[in-house]
């Protein structure tokens, strides 16, 4: 992490940022990365610390190592949720592989970096999800709510979609997670790469066009059932959207 930035904009008013990270070379040299970007940042190094000080002061976003000498990342994960559930949180984590991917990203995280990272994909990644928490925030205090459909309802135990409490449309364990998925990130839109993540596939094995395929066999599956359109869109560019995109 020994690369700094050529010309960094600073952040005003500076946002301040949580790190948990236990490395004793990488936390200081991600704290001065992030520092030199305008964020202020508070460097704690295991789950105790981490709790002090989310207990006295107010953060604006969160980077969490997931392992820690003294405890688990989850649970603090947990905690901070509870606390506030749009807090933008950003996992490291040595582990790699596509379950533990899958299971970061399933459990709240917004993001789930591997180590080694480059921290300016990091930095990108804080300064992306700051925007989107001011406008979830703004939209919350204003009394805003995603654009979908109140008339749809999704019951997961049944695995069902459905319309006005009366037309029920049973759905595959693929399409029950595509639309839990979509409808727990309204109102933002779902790049495609995250569904196949949060389906539990890996890219190279389900190619953006099977996926095309499948949300197009669901569409069809509601407007044969409901003669309504599916309570999803797809946004041009960008993935799929719970509610309308236009």
Not at 140 to 145: I, K, M, R
């Given at each position: 992490m020994s690369r700094q930035p050529d010309a960094p904009e600073p952040i005003d008013p500076p946002k301040r940022v949580l790190v948990v990270?236990?490395?004793a070379v990488g936390g200081p040299q991600l704290a001065r990365f992030l520092e030199s970007f305008g964020y202020r940042v508070d460097l704690v190094t295991g789950e105790?610390?981490?709790r002090a000080r989310m207990a006295a002061c107010r953060f604006d976003a969160v980077v969490l190592d997931l392992t820690l000498a003294d405890g688990d990342g989850y649970s603090l994960l947990e905690?901070?949720?509870a606390g506030d559930p749009l807090l933008p949180i950003v996992c490291t984590s040595g582990r790699c592989?596509?379950?533990a991917r899958v299971k970061g990203l399933r459990s709240g995280f917004d993001h789930y970096l591997t180590k080694p990272f480059e921290p300016e994909e990091l930095e990108a990644l804080l300064a992306r999800e700051l925007c989107r928490y001011a406008?979830?925030?703004r939209a919350?205090?204003?009394?805003?709510?995603a654009p979908m459909d109140n008339r749809w309802a999704i019951h997961e135990e049944a695995r069902t979609l459905v319309l006005d409490d009366r037309l029920v449309i049973p759905l595959?364990?693929?399409?029950?997670r595509f639309v839990c998925l979509l409808r727990g990130q309204a109102p933002e839109a779902v790049s495609r790469a995250a569904v196949i993540a949060g389906l539990g596939h890996r890219e190279s094995y389900?190619?953006?066009a099977r996926l095309h395929t499948s949300v197009s066999r669901l569409r069809r599956k509601i407007a044969q059932a409901t003669d309504q359109p599916a309570p999803f869109d797809s946004v041009y560019g960008a993935g799929y959207v719970w509610g309308r995109s236009r």
């Open positions: 990270e236990d490395d105790d610390a981490a905690a901070l949720r592989d596509l379950d406008h979830r925030a919350a205090e204003e009394g805003l709510s595959t364990e693929t399409e029950l389900y190619s953006s």
